[in-house]
C-alpha cells in the first residue's frame, strides 16, 4: 500500500506541487505493479495520516508493516531514533509497531537499534546527494530515479522548477499506443476505430482513444481515469464538445505533430442518503439535486461553511465542473466556463426565491453543501455521473484535489475554440 502523504508541517516539500500532480505521478510510477495499491485519501482530504492511524486503517486487513528506512531507527537503543523523538505516541509505536527496515548499500544498522517487530532489507543503492525535487530544480537529470512515463509528466509540466505549473501543456504522440475506447451501439465509431487498428496497444498504452460522442468520453474518463493517460476523442456522435473532428483526424497522418492537452478536474461529490448514511463518488461534468414530487424544492446553500442561499425555491440545483459548463449547466441558462477556468458552476433550475437568481461562480478550493430544508414534504433526488441515488438528504462537493484527466486536442482546434463559438456565435 503507497499513501502519498498530505500537507506535513515538518515536511514543507509535500506542498511543493500541487497534490493533482503528486497523485498522478504516484498513479503512473507503482501502474501495473502486481500486488500494489496507490491510496490517495490523504492527498484528497489534504490530511496526514499518522502510521498509528494507518495501523487502525487497515488493520481489518492483515498484518500491517511499516517501511522505514534505517536511518529512521538509528539511536533506537538510546531512545533517540526519529521513530520515538518525531513521531506522534513514537516511544509507543517503536515498540509496537512492525517495521520493515531498508539499508542501502553501506549501511550496517546496530542491531540494538532496530524495533522488536522487525525485518531488515538489503537495497543495492547508494544515498543520493538531492531528493528528486531538488535535482530538478538544479536541472540535473533524475534518469534512472523515476519511470520514463513520470520525467515524461515532470518535463510537461514543469513541475519543481519554482514556477505554477500550467492548466494547458503540448504533447507529441510520436509513437501512439492506443487503448481503443469505441462506442459498440455506433457504427460510424466502429468503422472509425478500424483506422486506428496499426496504433494499438491494449497491453501498454501511452493514450486512450474514446471514439463515439460526449457521452462515450464521460464513460470512458469514468471507468479510467485512474490510467493517468491522455484521452484522445473522435467524434462519431453530435455536438463533441470533448473531443476532436473526425475529418480532421482521420484525413491527416496520425498522429498529429502536436497536440494540446488540457488537464480538467472531477468533482468529488458526497451524498446523504433518507437513511443518513453518506455515499462518495467522482464525477466529470456535474452533480445535481431535483424535485422528487410536485412540489418546489426548499434548498439551503452553504459555502464554506457560510449559509449564502437560506431558502432557494426552484426544481433543481446543479454543480458543474468548467468542462460540463457546455452540458447540462448551459441548458439551464449558465454561460459554458472556459475549459482552464479555476472555478466552477453552482446553477438553479426554474428558481422561484430568490427572484432573478440563476448561477454562481464558485472558487476552485471551495465546498459547496446543499442541504433539503423540507424532506418528508419536499423530497429530493440526488444524481451523480447522470446515476440516481434516489431520494437525499444533503449534496456536498468539490473540484477533487487528485482526480483529474488530461484531453488531448488537435492544435488550434480544441476545447477553447468550440466553447468560443458559443460565447460569439457568427452572425
Known amino acids: 500500500l503507497v499513501v502519498p ?5 515538518d515536511k514543507p516539500t509535500t506542498s511543493a506541487v500541487e497534490p ?30 499518522n502510521n498509528r492511524d494507518l495501523e487502525s486503517r487497515f488493520g481489518d486487513r492483515g498484518e500491517v508493516w511499516h517501511i522505514v528506512s534505517a536511518d529512521f531507527v538509528k539511536g533506537g537503543a538510546r531512545g533517540e531514533s526519529v521513530i520515538q523523538r518525531q513521531w506522534e505516541d513514537g516511544v509507543n509505536l517503536f515498540r509496537t509497531l512492525r517495521y520493515a527496515v531498508v539499508a542501502r548499500s553501506g549501511q ?58 500550467s492548466r494547458a501543456t503540448r504533447l507529441q504522440l510520436t509513437h501512439p499506443r492506443l487503448m481503443i475506447v469505441a462506442d459498440e451501439r455506433n457504427a460510424r465509431a466502429l468503422a472509425y476505430a478500424e483506422a486506428f487498428q496499426a496504433h494499438v496497444n491494449a497491453g501498454d498504452p501511452n493514450c486512450i482513444l474514446v471514439i463515439g460522442g460526449d457521452g462515450s ?64 463518488g467522482l464525477t466529470f461534468n456535474d452533480a445535481w439535486v431535483e424535485r422528487a414530487s410536485g412540489q418546489s424544492a426548499w434548498l439551503q446553500v452553504t ?31 449558465a454561460t459554458p466556463l472556459l475549459a482552464d477556468t479555476p472555478a466552477y458552476l453552482l446553477v438553479g433550475s426554474n428558481v422561484a426565491q430568490p427572484a432573478h437568481w440563476k448561477s454562481a461562480l464558485l472558487s476552485e478550493d471551495a465546498v459547496i453543501e446543499v442541504r433539503n430544508l423540507d424532506p418528508d414534504k419536499r423530497p429530493i433526488n440526488g444524481y451523480l455521473h447522470g446515476v440516481s441515488h434516489g431520494e437525499v438528504l444533503a449534496m456536498r462537493g468539490r473540484l477533487s484535489g487528485v482526480a483529474a484527466v488530461e484531453l488531448a486536442f488537435v492544435h488550434d482546434h480544441d476545447m477553447a475554440e468550440k466553447i468560443a463559438a458559443i460565447q460569439f456565435p457568427p452572425t
Open 20 to 49: 493533482v500532480h503528486r497523485a498522478t505521478m504516484a498513479d503512473i510510477a507503482f501502474r501495473g505493479m502486481a500486488g500494489v495499491e496507490v491510496d490517495l485519501f490523504d492527498l484528497e482530504l489534504s490530511l496526514f495520516t
Open 5 to 9: 502523504c498530505g500537507p506535513r508541517p
Open 217 to 280: 468520453m464521460l464513460h470512458a474518463i469514468q471507468q479510467h481515469w485512474r490510467r493517468r493517460l491522455p484521452f484522445f476523442g473522435v467524434n462519431a456522435g453530435h455536438l463533441g464538445f470533448l473531443l476532436n473532428d473526425p475529418i480532421e483526424v482521420l484525413e491527416q497522418e496520425f498522429p498529429p505533430p502536436e497536440l494540446i492537452l488540457r488537464r480538467m478536474p472531477l468533482l468529488h461529490i458526497e451524498v446523504q442518503l433518507r437513511d443518513g448514511s453518506w455515499t462518495t
Open 303 to 333: 459555502v464554506d461553511g457560510r449559509v449564502r442561499l437560506p431558502k432557494l425555491v426552484c426544481d433543481g440545483l446543479l454543480v458543474s465542473t468548467p468542462a460540463g459548463s457546455t452540458a447540462y449547466a448551459r441548458s439551464m441558462g
Open 108 to 165: 550496517s544498522p546496530d542491531p540494538a537499534d532496530l524495533p522488536p517487530h522487525h525485518q531488515l532489507f538489503h537495497v543495492d543503492r547508494t544515498d543520493e546527494s538531492f531528493t528528486l525535487r531538488e535535482r530538478v530544480f538544479r536541472g540535473e537529470t533524475v534518469s534512472g530515479l523515476v519511470p520514463v512515463e513520470v520525467q515524461d509528466y515532470i518535463e510537461r509540466y514543469g513541475l519543481y522548477r519554482g514556477r505554477v505549473p
